[in-house]
């Protein structure tokens, strides 16, 4: 069954980068995208972006210019770096894998993405 | 982007309750829409994917229907494990979005 933890500061200063990592545990780590998503404070969810195995990223264009995902595939680990941190960026961050499979649809088969599993989460605040 | 909006927002029920909750989005995705229970201080758990195929592990009193533009979440009996937020996600493109959530609470 496939894990996920992760770590990084929890407490940052405005302008400070975020630094985030996220280990995979008892899965395979190629054949997927994996996903960083956050969730400011009894607000909703908010997809950041993802990296596959060989280091292709998908970014969410609203955040694209301070986001860096990376990879370290010898370790099964990613990382996430958010630059220039305000209060705004205050939120628990998710490590997430996209996991990808068919479904039979109308006597097709289809393929589908769906978020799971996900790691335990990481508040991260934002404070001068 | 593709927005999401869910209905209601918050919902009181009782348990055995029939319950739905609605996912409508800004544009048609087919069936590309997955469904998620949150726990207060726990991360997402994935119900549903593909609109309607119920996650290994996942109760049967959940199901998903719908397509296109208008999808909808039914547990079919509530028990006291289910009073929690729910969440929409659209996986048509990206970015990647999701619903604001809908509170399911204890009446």
């Known amino acids: 069954q496939v894990q996920l933890q992760q770590w990084g500061a929890g407490l940052l200063k405005p302008s400070e980068t975020l630094s985030l990592t996220c280990a995979v545990y008892g899965g395979s780590f190629s054949g997927y995208y994996w996903s960083w998503i956050r969730q400011p404070p009894g607000k909703g969810l908010e997809w950041i972006g993802k990296?596959?195995?060989?280091?292709?990223?998908n970014y969410n264009p609203s955040l694209k210019s301070r986001v860096t995902i990376s990879i370290d595939a010898s370790k099964n680990q990613f990382s996430l770096k958010l630059s220039s941190v305000t209060a705004a960026d205050t939120a628990v961050y998710y490590c997430?894998?996209?996991?990808?499979?068919?479904?039979?649809?109308?006597?097709?088969?289809?393929?589908?993405?769906?978020?799971?599993?996900w790691g335990q989460g990481t508040l991260v605040t934002v404070s001068s | 982007d593709i927005q999401m909006t869910q209905s209601p927002s918050s919902l009181s029920a009782s348990v055995g309750d029939r319950v739905t909750i609605t996912c409508r989005a800004s544009q048609s995705i087919s069936s590309y829409l997955n469904w998620y229970q949150q726990k207060p201080g726990k991360a997402p758990k994935l119900l549903i994917y593909a609109a309607s195929s119920l996650q290994s592990g996942v109760p049967s009193r959940f199901s998903g229907s719908g397509s296109g533009t208008d999808f909808t979440l039914t547990i079919s009996s509530l028990q006291p494990e289910d009073f929690a937020t729910y969440f929409c996600q659209q996986s048509y493109t990206t970015p990647r979005t999701f619903g604001q959530g809908t509170k399911l609470e204890i009446k």
């Open positions: 990296i596959n195995h060989s280091g292709s990223t």
């Open positions: 997430a894998r996209e996991t990808r499979g068919q479904v039979v649809v109308v006597a097709a088969n289809w393929w589908y993405n769906w978020f799971d599993p």
